[in-house]
T-cell receptor, first 115, second 118 residues
Framework: GENVEQHPSTLSVQEGDSAVIKCTYS??????FPWYKQELGKGPQLIID?????GEKKDQRIAVTLNKTAKHFSLHITETQPEDSAVYFC??????????????FGIGTKLQVIP | GAVVSQHPSRVICKSGTSVKIECRSL??????MFWYRQFPKQSLMLMAT?????????EQGVEKDKFLINHASLTLSTLTVTSAHPEDSSFYIC??????????????FGNGTRLTVT
């Protein structure tokens, strides 16, 4: 099955600096890579996703890059703000199988943005 | 759109009792719902997948008789923790995917249920 590794596990940055979180996956068949943000006591919320036919995607201060050959993908947050502080999870999903896809999550990165 | 409501947000129960957690898709029909368990400072562990009108598929190591899942309608799935024990204390999260979802479309998560078994 798929194995997703994520690092770092914790990350502290000064407000206004950039934050980068990296993930690798093992199953070359995976073709969908979402990123989720989880605030304390809440469920994960999708912040950005990328499919395997795209190398980079950007949405305001958030960008994600994908290197299919190396099987790794990264989340980039620029101009960080205190409200960006949360746990971020990367995930990988294979093509549709039996009507649904099993999403495998990374272990999570706790991001702290210091004012 | 794509709102998933989970209830209750917190529940405390005594050891040996059963607890039911509800997961509802508010503005879409969810043909597939997923139940996760999350331990403190850890990732989400998939427990089971339920498709409307059929039996749930449980992940290896998850006791189907202990974690009963019912997905009786396109907008509601329930997870019942039977004969709860302190080690069942955890954060349980559901997610849902819509009927017309494209292959590999996003999962929409509920806000989770904090279960404490005393």
């Amino acid at each position: 099955g798929e194995n997703v590794e994520q690092h770092p596990s914790t990350l502290s940055v000064q407000e206004g600096d950039s934050a980068v979180i990296k993930c690798t996956y093992s199953d070359s068949a995976s073709n969908y890579f979402p990123w989720y943000k989880q605030e304390l006591g809440k469920g994960p919320q999708l912040i950005i996703d990328i499919r395997s036919n795209v190398g980079e995607k950007k949405d305001q201060r958030i960008a994600v890059t994908l290197n299919k050959t190396a099987k790794h993908f990264s989340l980039h947050i620029t101009e960080t703000q205190p409200e960006d502080s949360a746990v971020y999870f990367c995930a990988a999903s294979p093509p549709n199988s039996g009507g649904y896809q099993k999403v495998t999550f990374g272990i999570g990165t706790k991001l702290q943005v210091i004012p | 759109g794509a709102v998933v409501s989970q209830h209750p947000s917190r529940v405390i129960c005594k050891s040996g009792t059963s607890v039911k957690i509800e997961c509802r898709s508010l503005d879409f029909q969810a043909t597939t719902m997923f139940w996760y368990r999350q331990f403190p400072k850890q990732s989400l562990m998939l427990m089971a997948t339920s498709n409307e009108g059929s039996k749930a598929t449980y992940e290896q190591g998850v006791e189907k008789d202990k974690f009963l899942i019912n997905h009786a309608s396109l907008t509601l799935s329930t997870l019942t923790v039977t004969s709860a024990h302190p080690e069942d204390s955890s954060f349980y999260i559901c997610s849902a995917r819509g009927r017309k979802a494209l292959s590999n479309s996003p999962l929409h998560f509920g806000n989770g249920t904090r279960l404490t078994v005393t």
